[in-house]
């Protein structure tokens, strides 16, 4: 009834599956977890906003080379013994994997995934939120997921998103997850937004983190021609952010007709992402950040 129609009552509901209204309420909640509806007062209604969201089995296979790719370099922010909060996707399951090297570290995270990636790491602690469980991201939502992170403070906070712009900052189609993040925002000195070139440019219909609140972006290289991601990127540094940007997926270096952006780095951990400033006027906007 929902996909047919958008939205429906819970009352037309009761009456159409012959049982009581308070039934229906706990089994819409049910379905909301899922993230295959959005509860609205007195109803509910599709989920999303300008994009519908994809499931896990859907986005796992999406961008997966660019995913390790940013996964790669967003994994050199961490040092050992630091605390950060990592939220619930599929780029996001990838940096766990990779931050299971990492020793003495702690990671708070409402994520199954990334839970379960970091569950045979040595020397590595993993603290999980609770709240009730979201299968189309296998992530903990709800007030009991926001509850368990008041008056946490960790040094970082690494995120992912549907949508990615200049004017809004991060964006996602749940409004169960967009407030999860918000929280995990809260908990942290600095944020870093991890994003595939698809998501840059796009908007939804959930803000997550506005943009003067990214510290960092840490994406993968456009193909030639996408104008789209091109002028977010371009914008989103205009606006402050730091920018790190993986080199393009099996692509040399300096592979012909690809503008490179290099970055004399310090270092390869902490350094490893570098912005124009007030003090660097003349430093480059977008940094091609090769990993190390």
């Known amino acids: 009834m929902v996909r047919a129609n958008g939205a429906v009552s819970l ?25 295959l509806l959005d509860r609205r007062h007195g109803g509910a209604v599709l989920p999303g906003g300008f994009t519908r969201e994809s499931g896990f089995p859907q986005k796992s296979h999406l961008a997966t080379a660019e995913k390790t790719a940013i996964a790669d370099l967003a994994a050199g922010l961490v040092d050992e ?19 299971a090297r990492v020793p003495g570290l702690t990671v708070v995270t409402n994520s199954l995934l990334v839970a379960q990636a970091l569950a045979h790491a040595n020397r590595v602690e993993v603290v999980m939120t609770g709240g009730t469980l979201r299968g189309s991201n296998y992530g903990l939502v709800g007030s ?27 964006s996602t189609s749940n409004m169960l997850s967009a407030s999860v993040d918000r929280a995990l925002v809260h908990a942290a ?31 993968d290289e456009p193909p030639a021609g996408d104008e789209r991601a091109g002028t977010a990127l371009q914008a989103l540094a205009d606006r402050g952010v730091r920018i790190a940007v993986a080199p393009a997926p099996h692509a040399a270096p300096d592979a012909p007709g690809r503008p490179r952006h290099d970055a004399s780095l310090p270092g390869p951990r902490r350094h490893a992402m570098r912005a124009a400033g007030p003090d660097q006027p003349a430093a480059p906007r977008l940094a091609d950040v090769r990993h190390r």
């Open 11 to 35: 009352r037309e509901l009761a009456r159409v599956v012959q049982t009581s209204e308070v039934t229906v309420r706990r089994d819409v909640r049910a379905l909301e977890a899922e993230g």
């Open 81 to 99: 013994g630091e605390a950060v909060v990592v939220g619930a996707g599929t780029t996001t399951q990838e940096l766990a994997r990779r931050l």
């Open 144 to 170: 009991g997921a926001e509850q368990s992170l008041q008056g946490l403070r960790v040094s970082r906070a690494f995120l992912s998103g549907a949508g990615l712009t200049a004017e809004r900052g991060l």
């Open 189 to 219: 000195t600095e944020v870093v937004v991890l994003a595939d070139h698809t998501k840059l440019g796009t908007d939804t219909m959930f803000q997550t983190v506005p943009t003067e609140l990214i510290t960092h972006l840490v994406t």
